[in-house]
């Protein structure tokens, strides 16, 4: 038993558990009512037994007890219906909070071993190129290639480090913000030639409109923008080309980023921007990653009151739109 199958087991059992102790507390919401009912309608009777038949308030007597057995009546189920909305709302604020959190657990699974993997891969392949290296007698060549190989990992080591502690900081409050007024498009093409030095067989078009300045944070910026062409790069086929365009409108600076990749579905897109949210798992799923990528876009975006949009390229892919307020 694997352990995904673990974990919908585990879901199944919680979920159970949960609606039976629901099932018990309405049933005994329902049998406390009864049973006040039931001692309500002995408190009338006994109350009946004791009025005279001779007596001449009789009628006016009768009409009293009627009146206070009918008040508790109403009042018992007042009661129990304010008590029962409330606890239904408690029930499902509850409820939905445990699948929550399950789910962010199960996200977090899947970050351990997106990580594990992210960060296993390039030491090994680092390792393996000095041994080869150290042990054999390579040429030149051969010993730049390794050498750039081992650089090259090097950069993607740095780069998931340099994720997660972002990530860290920015959920924590805790980044020391240097806002200033930078050039958005050189970063953007010091970024696009980095891109390309990295990934050379990848096409990328671009379309960046010189001196375009905003305030932000130089740092964040540049990972904002290698975040959105590592994304596009892991799902578009090596075949298809990557668009950047960068514009200033009267009011608004747009940088876009395209691909024409497999897209993503309509139901997922309300979740891409969640922390270690990937669509599928990392027992399917083919493409490297951690579910930070998208997740630190959104909050660098928001950190420089900034809005960042998904929607479809045509005919397939993926459009995320930078709108920058000026």
Not at 154 to 181: C, F, H, P, V, W
Request: charged fraction near 20%.
């Amino acid at each position: 038993m694997n352990w995904r199958t673990l974990k919908i087991n585990k879901l199944k059992l919680v979920s159970i558990i949960y609606w039976l102790f629901l099932t018990y507390m309405i049933a005994a919401f329902i049998w406390w009512y009864v049973s006040l009912q039931k001692q309500n309608n002995e408190i009338a009777a006994i109350k009946f037994q004791t009025i005279q038949l001779s007596d001449p308030a009789i009628v006016a007597k009768t009409n009293t007890i009627q009146d206070f057995q009918l008040r508790k009546t109403k009042q018992f189920i007042g009661e129990g219906i304010t008590f029962l909305l409330l606890f239904l709302l408690g029930a499902i604020y509850v409820y939905r909070s445990l699948l929550k959190q399950l789910r962010y657990a199960d996200q977090q699974q899947n970050f351990m071993m997106a990580v594990t993997h992210e960060l296993k891969t390039p030491i090994a392949i680092s390792h393996l190129n000095l041994e080869t290296l150290l042990k054999r007698d390579l040429d030149t060549t051969q010993q730049l290639k390794l050498l750039e190989a081992t650089l090259n990992e090097t950069k993607r080591l740095d780069s998931l480090s340099t994720n997660i502690l972002l990530t860290s900081q920015l959920d924590m409050g805790q980044y020391e913000a240097n806002k200033q007024e930078i050039d958005l498009s050189q970063i953007v093409r010091q970024s696009i030639k980095s891109f390309q030095e990295r990934y050379p067989l990848r096409k990328c078009n671009t379309m960046v409109q010189d001196a375009v300045y905003i305030q932000g944070e130089p740092l964040l910026i540049q990972l904002l923008i290698n975040n959105l062409l590592d994304n596009a790069n892991k799902y578009a086929p090596i075949s298809e080309a990557i668009h950047l365009n960068l514009q200033s409108n009267h009011n608004t600076i747009q940088l876009i980023v395209k691909d024409n990749g497999m897209g993503i579905p309509v139901d997922e897109r309300a979740k891409i921007f969640e922390k270690f949210y990937r669509v599928g798992s990392e027992n399917t799923r083919a493409t490297k990653g951690t579910g930070l990528g998208l997740y630190l876009c959104k909050k660098i975006t928001d950190f420089h009151s900034a809005n960042i949009q998904l929607s479809s390229n045509q005919p397939i892919g993926s459009i995320f739109t930078v709108t920058f307020y000026i």
